[in-house]
């Protein structure tokens, strides 16, 4: 699918105007209503934990294929790899069930939500300018997509605004590393499973044909590191004002002693 195409068959038309105001909507409301009823982090986590497990149950559910409906034959079935919660956002799971029930030192909950900060903010509000499972609202995985990537992105949101979490040079640093570390995982699972066409953190191709910048009109390689490029220019400018400011805070505290 290309550029073209894809506005023609409903991005930023009236199905998805809507589902972005009501994705705007939700983030909004969160907000509020943390401000509201003042939830503290673990209650929010807790929220959180509750729409991963909605989440991924729904696509439990729709992503099971029957191979005996293709063999003709009681062949079983199994779960389509193309669906594991192995891309940015469906990862999230893993580091809320891990605040939620595994970590409890205080330093490693902070890198933790040091990386989130950025994935979310980032990672979730591409996938709703980009919704590779359509826009229409006739179909409940639709709703699952919308609605899911809305609340990661509200919880980002309510860790900048309830300043859970200091953004500094060392988080922009680490949160570097812990990319591109997971950037060579998905290389890896990729080629494992090269079987099933699995694109997890888009390393094997473009999200979607026609891109300016994102194609493999140069070739793979060039691909890759134009990928790299990019991820690393958007984390530095997602990270960069809030390291402005927290320094010129740390200035003023200082000056203040």
């Not at 009236?14 to 009823?37: E, G, P, Q």
């Not at 079935?77 to 939620?100: E, I, V």
Request: proline share 3%.
């Amino acid at each position: 699918m290309n550029i073209l195409s894809f506005f023609q068959e409903g991005l930023f038309k009236s199905n998805h105007i809507i589902w972005l105001l009501l994705c705007f909507a939700i983030v909004i409301s969160f907000i509020l209503i943390n401000k509201k009823y003042k939830f503290s982090l673990e209650t929010n986590v807790t929220i959180l934990v509750c729409v991963c497990i909605i989440n991924e149950a729904c696509k439990l559910c729709v992503n099971l294929i029957d191979t005996g409906v293709t063999t003709g034959l009681s062949a079983g079935g199994y779960y389509d790899p193309r669906h594991l919660p192995l891309q940015l956002c469906s990862l999230q799971m893993f580091l809320f069930f891990a605040l939620k029930f595994f970590v409890k030192k205080e330093e490693t909950k902070e890198k933790i939500l040091g990386f989130m900060v950025p994935s979310l903010m980032i990672g979730a509000s591409i996938s709703l300018f980009i919704p590779t499972d359509g826009t229409t609202f006739a179909d409940i995985y639709v709703w699952r997509y919308f609605l899911y990537h809305a609340a990661i992105i509200a919880f980002g949101v309510y860790l900048v605004v309830f300043k859970q979490v200091k953004i500094t040079g060392k988080v922009y640093l680490r949160n570097v590393v812990y990319l591109f570390i997971y950037f060579v995982i998905c290389l890896w699972i990729n080629g494992i499973l090269n079987y099933a066409n699995t694109n997890f953190l888009f390393t094997r191709r473009p999200p979607m044909d026609g891109l300016p910048l994102l194609n493999l009109d140069h070739g793979y390689r060039v691909y890759l590191i134009t990928l790299v490029s990019i991820a690393l220019i958007v984390l530095a400018l997602v990270h960069l004002p809030f390291i402005i400011v927290n320094r010129v805070k740390d200035k003023k505290l200082t000056k203040c002693e």
